[in-house]
């Protein structure tokens, strides 16, 4: 499949590696529909991408806000060809810390958003897909998910967030050959440390101090190398059932 025809919807689409990848869909001639919850941040990037690109504001945590929206994007696009699940929270905190047990509420929202938000999104995509007209290939759609390396190598703290992105790989698999019958393609990507506006917001210290623990390139990942996985996913029709690792190598260590 090929990002010139694309119809995609990108959740997490008003920064990071979500517009990253709404840049690269509109860049080589697709359509994007950005979907964030920062709906003045959402409305800026989409204005700045031009007329192939629309925002709506979505909970993807909330299953009748990304129908509404998923429908809309629909309808707007003529389809969707491409579902990418950006959106995310890292909110992290000790299990027993010095105030106690971590609040369970806390770890249910990471994984609602997280874990619940991506499954929201990739179901109503995929209602959607199912209803395209084939490619050669028996192609109707890819559905892409954002794990992280956290999801192999947690750090202490990060338990509720690997939680999450641990499902986030393995419902991957199940929904694959799910909806293999249907020729939607479903896989994820499982970023390392990556230059995003949450890693962008720390002291330069602490980010070239991040980069330096990449064995190589011995530097944060950038967002258009993230796209740049997207659309090989996109284009390679083999890559199914997939978690593909873009981190230089790194190992996380315990803290």
């Known amino acids: 499949m090929d990002l010139a025809n694309a119809k995609a919807v990108i959740t997490g689409g008003a920064s990071g590696l979500g517009l990253a990848t709404a840049q690269r869909v509109v860049g080589a001639g697709g359509q994007a529909v950005l979907l964030d919850i920062n709906e003045e941040q959402g409305a800026s990037s989409a204005a700045a991408l031009g007329e192939r690109a629309a925002f709506m504001q979505v909970d993807v945590a909330d299953e009748k806000s990304v129908k509404r929206v998923m429908q ?10 491409l579902a990418v699940n950006c959106a995310g929270i890292a909110t992290a905190g000790r299990t027993l810390g010095r105030d106690g047990p971590w609040p369970t509420a806390h770890f249910n929202k990471v994984i609602q958003v997280n874990l619940v938000g991506s499954y929201n999104v990739t179901k109503e ?6 209803q395209n007209e084939p490619n050669d290939e028996g192609e109707r759609g890819v559905i892409i998910s954002t794990a992280s390396i956290a999801a192999f190598e947690g750090q202490i ?15 991957m698999l199940p929904l694959a050959r799910e909806f293999a019958q249907f020729g939607i393609r479903v896989n994820t990507i499982a970023p390392g440390v990556f230059l995003t506006p949450m890693v962008a917001g720390m002291p ?4 070239e101090s991040l980069g330096r623990q990449v064995p190589f390139p011995p530097r944060l990942g950038k967002p258009e190398e993230y796209a740049d996985t997207v ?5 390679t029709a083999m890559v199914n059932g997939e978690t593909i690792r873009v981190d230089g190598a790194i190992r996380m260590q315990p803290k």
């Open 125 to 130: 995509a995929a209602a959607f897909m199912a």
């Open 72 to 81: 809309r994007a629909n309808d707007l696009m003529g389809g969707i060809t």
């Open 231 to 235: 659309q090989f996913i996109y284009g």
């Open 204 to 207: 330069e210290e602490v980010q």
């Open 157 to 171: 703290g990060q338990a509720a967030y690997s939680a999450s992105k641990g499902g986030v790989i393995g419902m």
